[in-house]
């Protein structure tokens, strides 16, 4: 089993900018390996290496039953059409606040192997290609919200059992529910 904790809202993990990946190396493919077991276990969306506490910009997501990862993602918007719906984050379990996106992207980056591949995303996908790579630079969804949006979730996180703002815990089992960030 090569499933890992993931790092909770609270843990300065999930505020520091990740680095590029340089490596395409055993080493990034054991990293893209255990984030893709750890979100399959946890059912969820999509999960960003800052989430395991490795300061890297890669991706993994899981949408619409495809599963597959992005390093060193670069985004573009063909358009303007946006999207609003609920959004969760595996690092801020139980939480799901509807979030404006972006309904379409393009997402360039590389493969495990230093492959140029390119994600075209709508919906949920693009949803997800957007929330993961806020995480590596640092950027959670709530940072996304309008005031009246962020004080409810925040509400929602202060009242969470996981959150405990003297000792950021770390937590392997997080509630699932039907929407994104599960
Ligand atoms: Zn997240």
């Known amino acids: ?3 890992q904790p993931i790092r909770l809202f ?3 993990v999930l505020r520091t900018p ?3 990946v340089v490596d395409f190396d055993k080493e990034l ?3 893209v390996k255990d984030l893709t077991e750890t979100l399959l276990d946890q059912q969820g969306a999509g999960l960003a290496a800052p989430q395991l506490g490795v300061g890297l910009r890669l991706f993994v ?3 619409d039953d ?3 990862h992005l390093i060193n993602p670069d985004l573009a918007f063909p358009d303007d059409e946006e999207q609003d719906g609920p959004e969760g984050c595996l690092s801020i379990p139980g939480v799901y606040v509807d979030t404006k996106r972006r309904m379409n992207v393009v997402a360039k980056g590389f493969n495990q192997h230093g492959d140029p591949v390119q994600v075209v995303g709508s919906g949920m996908l693009a949803r997800c290609c957007q929330h993961e790579t806020d995480h590596l630079d640092g950027v959670l ?3 996304r919200l309008d005031a009246k949006r962020r004080k409810d979730a925040m509400k929602q996180i202060r009242a969470a059992e996981w959150y405990n703002p003297d000792a950021p815990p770390t937590v392997k089992v997080s ?3 039907g929407v994104f960030g599960r």
């Open 18 to 20: 990740a680095d590029p």
């Open 66 to 68: 495809v599963v597959g």
């Open 29 to 31: 493919r054991k990293l």
């Open 10 to 12: 609270g843990d300065p």
């Open 1 to 3: 089993m090569t499933i």
């Open 141 to 143: 969804f709530l940072d």
């Open 61 to 63: 997501y899981d949408v």
């Open 175 to 177: 509630p699932h529910s």
